[in-house]
């Protein structure tokens, strides 16, 4: 079993950028495959990013391409989302969260595939 701990959210203006952090604890995250996702008010939790438990591959939601970034240590058990040029339409809450199951080279992109998630951090993009 896996802990996730996010970090980095805050308050920024649009055309910003934050990165935002998720640190795992419990087992290495090199057995997992790391996804992003985000729920704003009122709203269902949405795909934003993803990885591959090999890193080989990503996969992001059309929203935020060319935007986000997202990335992994390994060896320091963190994984990133790196957000740029911000977008009212990005608040919301994010989480960080751990595939156990999906095969090594596919960047899950459904919330089903899973297991393990954050709490979420707070991500406000002002106008």
């Known amino acids: 079993q896996v802990q996730l701990v996010e970090s980095g959210g805050g308050l920024v203006q649009a055309g910003g950028s934050l990165r935002l952090s998720c640190a795992a604890s419990g087992r290495t995250l090199s057995s997992y495959g790391m996804g992003w996702f985000r729920q704003a008010p009122g709203k269902e939790r949405t795909f934003v990013a993803a990885m591959s438990r090999n890193g080989g591959s990503t996969a992001y939601a059309d929203s935020v391409k060319g935007r986000f970034t997202i990335s992994r240590e390994n060896a320091k058990n963190m994984v990133y989302l790196q957000m740029n040029s911000l977008k009212p339409e990005d608040t919301a809450v994010y989480y960080c969260?751990?595939?156990?199951?999906?095969?090594?080279?596919?960047?899950?992109?459904?919330?089903?595939?899973?297991?393990?998630w954050g709490q979420g951090t707070q991500v406000t993009v002002s106008s």
């Open positions: 969260a751990a595939d156990g199951t999906t095969w090594t080279t596919v960047a899950a992109t459904t919330l089903r595939a899973y297991d393990y």
